[in-house]
Structure formats: C-alpha cells, structure tokens
C-alpha cells in the first residue's frame, strides 16, 4: 500500500502570512495532485505535477514536485482568508488505474 | 452538464440494513472511485473501477460491493451496515488514469 503523509495536520495562521504544506511518501507516483475541499463539498482540483523537480504557480500558490517524485510541497504567500480549507495531496498510480490521497493539511487563515 | 451526481445526500440506517448509494456521471468517465471520508481526515479508496464491466477493490473495501454495468453508473451497496460505516461518501470520476477526478457533492451516513 503506498502512503502519502502530510505535514502539518492544522495550521492556524493571520492574513498576510507565508505557508508551506509536504506531502511525503516512500513510494513513487506517476503523477501527484493537490486538492482543495471546503465543508460540505467534495474536493476540487488546485494542480497536477508529474515531472520529477517541477514547479507550478497559481497565484499565489506555489507547488513543487520532488526530483524523484516522492515527495511536493504546497506554498502559499500572503494568505488570505479565502485560503482556508482542507488541502489533500494525491499521488497517482496510472497503471493501476486509482490515486491514494494523503490525509490532509488543515488551514484556517485568520482576518 | 450535471457532472457526478449523487444521491441520497443524508442517510440514516440502522444496525444491520443494507442500501445502495448512487454515483452517475454524464461527461463520459472511464474511471469512477468511490472514496470514504473520516472526521479530520483524507479520503480513502472503498472500491474503483477503469470501464464498464471492471471493479477492484482500494484500501477499505470490506463491507461494501460495487458493480460497474454501464459508464455512467457505480453504485456502492452497504450489504450490513456498522456503525463503523458512519462517514461521508464521495464518488469520483476521471477522464483518464492519473488525471483530474471530479467529486460528487457525498453523501453522509450514519449508522445506529
């Protein structure tokens, strides 16, 4: 079974603070993806990584894949309180067809 | 386009009842999952299938059947429920292996 940890559980922080969520595993993934969920809804896509080293940004939301696609971070600067939420990780096994997602950073962004 | 649909959204059963949950997606899916949400927690695999036809079993698939007769549909069967079947639910669908999975809005169970 492969494992995804992510670090911090919960993160409580003020509006205009820096932030970096890992996403850790020995295994390694195809590719991996990073979710966002609010309460009451299901998850929603932020990004998907698959080259080894690769970087994304979306906005302010910076995401890194690790050189042996093992591990990524998620970085958020300036977070605002729209920011807040559950964020997942999920590493893809594309030849067994599923995704095992890890269990989960929350974020609360204070005013 | 509806996206994934599920249905019901709330659900209450007793010790021992059986029922059915029910994912349908309309943007012509190959892979459906459905996924299992504990209080604080991430979602783990329950059962997934890549087409029509084709199930296999995730990390907790113990309690629950699935079967996969058209592309649209996947419904889950809780054959005896637990109380320790009370979480939420989610169905998920994606265009490929690996790619964007898009979740139905879950359902929540409880279980007495």
């Known amino acids: 079974t492969q494992l995804l940890e992510q670090s911090p559980q919960f993160l409580s922080i003020q509006e205009g603070e820096n932030l970096t969520v890992y996403c850790n595993s020995s295994?390694?993934?195809?590719?991996l993806q990073w979710y966002r969920q609010e309460p009451g809804e299901g998850p929603v896509l932020l990004v998907t990584?698959?080259?080894?080293?690769e970087v994304k940004k979306l906005k302010r939301l910076t995401f890194q894949f690790g050189d042996a696609r093992k591990d990524s971070s998620l970085h958020i600067t300036a977070a605002q309180p729209g920011d807040t939420g559950l964020y997942l990780c999920?590493?893809?096994?594309?030849?067994?067809?599923?995704?095992?997602f890890g269990d989960g950073t929350t974020l609360t962004v204070k005013p | 386009n509806a996206g994934v649909t599920q249905t019901p959204k709330f659900q209450v059963l007793k010790t021992g009842q059986s029922m059915t949950l029910q994912c349908a997606q309309d943007m012509n899916h190959e892979y459906m999952s459905w996924y299992r949400q504990d209080p604080g927690m991430g979602l783990r695999l329950i059962h997934y299938s890549v087409g029509a036809g084709i199930t296999d079993q995730g990390e907790v698939p113990n309690g629950y059947n699935v079967s996969r007769s058209t592309t649209e549909d996947f419904p889950l069967r809780l054959l005896s429920a637990a109380p320790s079947q009370t979480s939420v639910y989610f169905c998920?669908?994606?265009?490929?292996?690996?790619?964007?999975?898009?979740f139905g809005p879950g359902t929540r169970l409880t279980v007495t």
């Open positions: 999920a590493g893809a096994d594309t030849n067994a067809g599923k995704s095992t």
């Open positions: 998920a669908s994606s265009y490929s292996s690996g790619g964007e999975q898009y």
């Open positions: 295994s390694v993934f195809s590719s």
């Open positions: 990584v698959v080259t080894g080293g």
